[in-house]
């Protein structure tokens, strides 16, 4: 059975005194493949150290992270597209409209999300969207921008049933994690009225840890639990679940 975690901090401070056990423990559990968002320039390195690492089982996105859209984003926006310029990535990610820490910066949120999946319809790649608190926004951005050349995940997807299916209408895979397992998480609630075609699995580690870890460090072996937990949801097999999941991530991320 093989499974792909879609969105992990695998550079996380988090795992600095286990990572290489972290990753075997994935391994294990038979997660194959590792994307890994970016979130800004102050990281890239150890990204790269890490694919480096894990030539066959991590895969890099390239983006600024809406949260780390501070005074230098037009150098930080610089620097993706630099990056993009020079290699291959997967993805542009994670981007999109974060309202929940800081609302003083969503003008500049918004026009680095615009011009984040520009540079993703450029280079013919899928964007892996972050929002918090900012669905309006984050479609409001989308919308201007829907064409055949945008696709991609909406990564730790915490919407309604209506916001799934305008994420689809997006041309969005829907990215579900943790979340799925938590008591007051909703997604549970309708998730089995959405087609497995649009499902990816992903942890968000170290964040957002699925039952019975919530609260403690996330990791990417725990994407077992989330495709445990969509099993039960949707009345399959985890080996369904696996496949079905495993194959939208390689169509979307082109593997």
Known sequence: MILIDTHSHIYSEEFDQDRSEMMQRAFDAGI????????????TQKMYD???????????????????????????????????????????????????????RLEEQKIAFKRQIQLAKKYSLPIN???????????????????????????????????????ISCNMKLGIGGVATFKNGKIDQFLNQIDLKHIVLETDSPYLAPVPFRGKRNESSYT????????????????????????????????
């Open 129 to 167: 969207i972050h929002c918090r608190d900012a669905f309006d926004e984050v479609f409001e951005v989308l919308e201007s921008e829907k064409d055949e050349k945008l696709f991609g995940i909406f990564h730790c997807f915490t919407g309604d049933y209506e916001q799934a299916q305008q994420a």
């Open 32 to 43: 194959q493949r590792i994307f890994v968002p970016s979130i800004d320039s102050g990281y």
């Open 224 to 255: 077992k639990l989330v495709a445990e937990k969509l099993a039960l949801i949707y009345g399959v097999s985890i080996e369904e679940i696996a496949k079905i999941t495993t194959e939208n991530a390689k169509e979307v991320f082109g593997i």
């Open 50 to 104: 890490l694919e480096k690492q894990y030539p066959e089982n991590v895969f890099l996105m390239m983006g600024l992270h809406p949260t780390y859209v501070k005074e230098n984003y037009e150098e930080e926006l610089a620097f993706v597209e630099s990056e993009l310029s020079k290699r291959k990535f997967y993805a542009v990610g994670e981007i999109g409209i974060d309202l929940f820490w800081d609302k003083t």
